[in-house]
């Protein structure tokens, strides 16, 4: 029998759709790969599975039965456990409390510590974990945490293992551990879902794999049909021809600023990186292997070492005050903490960044309310953000027009270096291809443009060079012909420039 | 093991406090002296371990002070008519509004300081209603015994060890574990089929408890009652459980630090008082003395994460 049935679920944040329609289904005995881009919707699914969302429509079925008033706490009796990438552990309580986290066993009411650490001991074994079981779970290493969470999992002794991107965090033998602990799950009958970017590990370790683009399924296959330029192809294959702006012919250009061994604490090694003006640079590679840590750097949100040079002549960027001060802005990734003040409205937002202009001296810094109007008006028409007026809360707004008055609140000041992380998450197409046109002309204005993203379609098709991290460190640069998705993909995965590899499946 | 080292240090001052005491007071070690002392401290101790419960899922109770006042009032007004069916009264009159605390928290989704300072007001009103002025009666051989002793046994030092032994035990079960579970990852706790609500009502529950116990203590200790008395306690068991290394964050510390910061805090008070000072000068010692002390034991933490 089916042991999961996910049928016709689609799931909507916002006005923005995540899922449509979306099928597959889990056997016993089976491992099945879920294979997607970021933001495909990988992520969502698994919410829905393990009970943290519910489904807007569609049904899922766990062991024949329809799932009905779905929670993480039946989906864990029922006999669903899951290791997400984001640690769910307490920090501040010991390996072994975490093992059992939720479902402490008691004797008379009461949880005994050397109990829990005897039967937390043989779970850290099967995972292949040497550690102390006693040693707060916060002490360790990500990569022992992560495996803490699968010994988590396995304590529920579960009839459906949930990996995302569970091995994220782990060095080779770790994921051969993780591997192993799905092997023998799969051979006891039980069943695991696993998603995670690399996609070698995939075609090893599954027996199906479903691939989503846009919250839709495209093709779900077995092991033995596929390879690796098969799910690829699935994964980012779309027409890109009308969505991205034409690429100028580039001719070379003296760089505005000019990175050297840029390092933050806790990357090996240091990022070198120019941006001249009438560019747009992109940074790509896994999720978190840096990429936002060099632009708070460069914004100076984050303490750095190595030499930036503005135009020729070193300079210091210690803080954002600094930053802005030499024409550089910063459209983060999380636009509802720091690149809004979203109870505020849209007016203080776009004005807050020209105050100084808004407000001189002369004029006991006072705001010209008049000329704010001016500004504001003129960003809201050049952006075309839809907002009921100007003095609506920036939280009312779309996803999509929030990220235009992010970007939008640095346009009076022009920038030399505008610096954007994820530009497009969250957003709608349509809203997307407004602002990779508005990017370009941007540049095109004169403007340095470096853009973090997770989307490979999207570096491909805006940028103008690719510089690929790893684990901190560049480890390739693509540009003009050699920048496809599939090189760029490759880069990522195998964390160094992907010349004359094919597959590393 | 972190934690054990900043109660070494905490611990450490606690004996220069102590000798310091004895050097001033050399009646110390009798049981008559201890007798008193711990009635002194019994209800800033109490208080402080409630303060503790609510502190550690990463909430804070700005109503403890008007519930102690409410606790007290409801012992001495004496309305079932015997001592311990009233003591039993204003218990559970002090756990409900404690809950109600937790419940508002829980599932209004209201953020702790807000709620609970609406819920000193509400309780300290409701209190002047129960007991509008100074007054009510506590039997006068209990009045003797807690205070002077009963065939020599200290029964407020006797109160708080038991106070201390149950929490202990609660601390080891299910909802104990899981309280630190709550304020440690309050998210994690959830994904993992923790019932966060449950477990916030019952913590502002049991906060309710140890302030309930606080008010009839300090109302035996005094022999009567009075409605505004508690409105020290809330910020004073707050000092306590910061000085204990409790985190207002949530999730860690423990009830022994809490123990010690009591102690420490009605001994230099005391101390204060032996010095004969004035009481203004007093309270800006207390001030800079907490300062200090919290600020001392974060920056060390801050070393060795460095």
Not at chain 1, 416 to 444: C, F, M, Q, S
Not at chain 2, 34 to 43: D, E, K, N, V
Not at chain 2, 235 to 249: E, K, P, Q, R, T
Request: charged share 20%; net charge positive; with cysteine.
């Amino acid at each position: 029998m089916t042991l999961l049935n996910v049928e016709r679920v689609s799931k909507s944040f916002a006005g923005v759709t995540v899922l449509r329609e979306v099928s597959f289904d889990i056997q016993p005995g089976e491992v099945l790969a879920l294979v997607g881009e970021n933001g495909a919707g990988k992520s969502t699914v698994l919410s829905l599975i393990t009970g943290l969302l519910a489904p807007d429509s569609g049904t899922i079925r766990y062991a024949g039965e329809p799932v009905r008033a779905w929670s993480p706490h039946r989906a864990r009796a029922a006999g669903i456990a899951s290791v997400h990438q984001e640690l769910s552990l307490n920090p501040h309580q010991s390996v072994a409390q975490n093992v059992f986290l939720g479902a402490w066993p008691a004797r008379r009411g009461l949880v005994r510590h050397r109990d829990l650490a005897a039967r937390a001991r043989p779970l850290l074994e099967r995972v292949g974990l040497d550690a102390d079981p006693r040693t707060p779970a916060g002490r360790l290493p990500l990569g022992a945490q992560q495996l803490v969470e699968l010994a988590k999992a396995l304590a529920a002794d579960p009839r459906l293992l949930i990996l995302d991107e569970a091995t994220s965090a782990l060095d080779d033998d770790q994921v051969r551990a993780v591997f192993r602990v799905a092997g023998e799950l799969r051979e006891r009958g039980g069943s695991v879902v696993i998603v995670s970017h690399r996609m070698g590990e995939l075609l090893s370790i599954s027996d199906r794999l479903t691939v989503l683009k846009d919250g839709e399924v495209m093709a779900t296959r077995r092991r033995a049909e596929t390879d690796h330029d098969d799910l690829v192809r699935l994964m980012v294959g779309r027409e890109l021809s009308d969505m991205f702006p034409a690429k100028p012919d580039s001719s070379p250009v003296e760089p505005v600023l000019r990175v050297s061994g840029l390092a933050v604490p806790g990357s090996r090694a240091g990022v070198d990186l120019e941006l001249a003006p009438g560019r747009i640079v992109g940074l790509g590679g896994l999720q978190g292997q840096g990429q936002r840590e060099v632009l708070r750097a460069l914004f100076g949100l984050r303490p750095h070492g190595g030499r930036i040079e503005l135009d020729g002549r070193p300079c210091r960027l210690a803080s954002p005050r600094e930053a802005i001060r030499r024409g550089v802005g910063y459209v983060p990734e999380d636009r509802k903490t720091e690149g809004l003040h979203v109870v505020r409205s849209v007016r203080d937002n776009l004005a807050l960044t020209s105050l100084r202009t808004l407000a001189p001296a002369r004029a006991l810094t006072t705001v010209s309310r008049r000329r704010e109007s001016e500004l504001v008006g003129e960003l809201i028409r050049r952006m075309r953000i839809k907002a009921a007026s100007p003095a609506q809360e920036a939280r009312r707004l779309s996803g999509g027009n929030q990220q235009k008055v992010a970007l939008a609140k640095w346009l009076p000041n022009r920038p030399r270096v505008l610096l954007l992380a994820e530009p497009t998450r969250g957003i709608d197409v349509g809203t997307k291809r407004e602002i990779y046109h508005l990017l370009r002309e941007l540049a095109a204005e004169g403007m340095a443009v470096l853009v973090t993203s997770g989307d490979t379609m999207e570096l491909v098709g805006l940028c103008d060079e690719v510089l690929v991290m790893y684990e901190g460190a560049v480890v390739d640069r693509l540009a003009g012909a050699e920048l496809t998705e599939e090189r760029l993909v490759h880069a990522s995965v195998a964390g160094r420039a992907a010349a004359g590899e094919v597959s590393r499946a | 093991m972190r934690g054990d080292l900043d109660l070494v240090w905490l611990g450490a001052l606690l004996l220069v406090a102590l000798a310091v005491y004895w050097r001033l007071d050399p009646t110390l070690p009798r049981p008559a002296t201890i007798t008193i002392l711990s009635a002194q401290f019994l209800p800033l101790i109490l208080a402080a371990a409630g303060q503790t419960v609510v502190m550690l899922t990463g909430g804070i109770d700005l109503s403890l002070g008007a519930v102690l006042s409410l606790g007290m009032a409801v012992f001495v007004t004496n309305p079932a008519g015997n001592v311990v069916a009233s003591m039993a009264l204003a218990l559970a009159v002090t756990v409900l509004a404690g809950a109600a605390n937790g419940a508002l928290v829980a599932y209004a989704g209201l953020p702790p300081i807000i709620v609970t300072l609406a819920a000193s007001f509400l309780w300290a009103g409701v209190t002047l209603i129960v007991l509008p002025q100074p007054g009510g009666q506590v039997p006068a051989e209990l009045v003797r015994a807690y205070n002077m002793g009963w065939y020599g046994l200290a029964l407020p030092a006797i109160a708080i060890g038991l106070a201390l032994a149950v929490w202990k035990l609660v601390k080891t079960t299910r909802f104990g574990l899981a309280l630190y579970a709550v304020g440690g990852n309050e998210h994690g706790a959830f994904a993992n089929g923790i019932d966060t609500r449950r477990v916030k009502i019952a913590a502002y529950g049991f906060a309710g408890l140890f302030t309930g116990l606080a008010g009839i203590g300090l109302a035996i200790q005094t022999g009567s009652g009075d409605p505004t008395i508690g409105t020290p306690y809330t910020l004073n068991s707050i000092a306590v459980a910061v000085l204990g290394g409790i985190s207002f964050f949530g999730g860690v510390g423990r009830m022994r630090g809490t123990l010690l910061g009591a102690l420490l805090f009605g001994l230099l008070s005391n101390l204060l008082l032996f010095t004969g000072i004035s009481t203004f000068y007093q309270l800006i010692l207390q001030g800079v003395v907490l300062v200090v002390a919290v600020a001392v034991k974060t920056l060390a933490a801050r070393e060795r994460v460095a």
